[in-house]
């Protein structure tokens, strides 16, 4: 079943968050955290459309862009075995994790060595 009033609930709660917050980042974190924690907390708004793996690689499925481009939904979905190249995030995000489980491995340069 999609819960599609939870879902507009959060855009809503959210961008209520964006225009109060502004830039303030801590501020986002903290109050948006904890609206994601909520989201994630059941498990039946999803469509299971933005939930389907592609065989080759991971998935990724907008869900909302905020019309002043604030911040956006995306759902990501890796099928079994998955991976992601090595990468670095040029900007900040929050991770809410509705199904499954994520390995992160962290890598640093040293002396020209990723390692």
């Not at 303030?24 to 904890?34: L, R």
């Not at 989201?39 to 990724?60: G, I, K, M, N, R």
């Not at 040029?90 to 390692?115: F, N, P, Q, S």
């Amino acid at each position: 079943m999609e819960n599609h009033a939870r879902f507009r609930q959060f855009i809503g709660d959210f961008t209520r968050l964006a225009e109060r917050a502004g830039n303030d980042e801590t501020a986002v974190f903290k109050d948006g955290g904890k609206l994601l924690t909520s989201l994630v907390a059941t498990d039946d708004w999803l469509p299971e459309s933005c939930a389907q793996p592609h065989a080759e690689h991971y998935q990724q499925y907008l869900l909302h862009c905020d019309p002043l481009e604030r911040f956006s939904i995306v759902s990501f979905v890796w099928g079994p075995g998955q991976k992601t190249p090595v990468h670095n995030h040029t900007l900040w995000g929050m991770i809410g994790m509705l199904r499954g489980a994520e390995m992160c491995h962290e890598y640093a340069m040293v002396d020209g060595i990723l390692k």
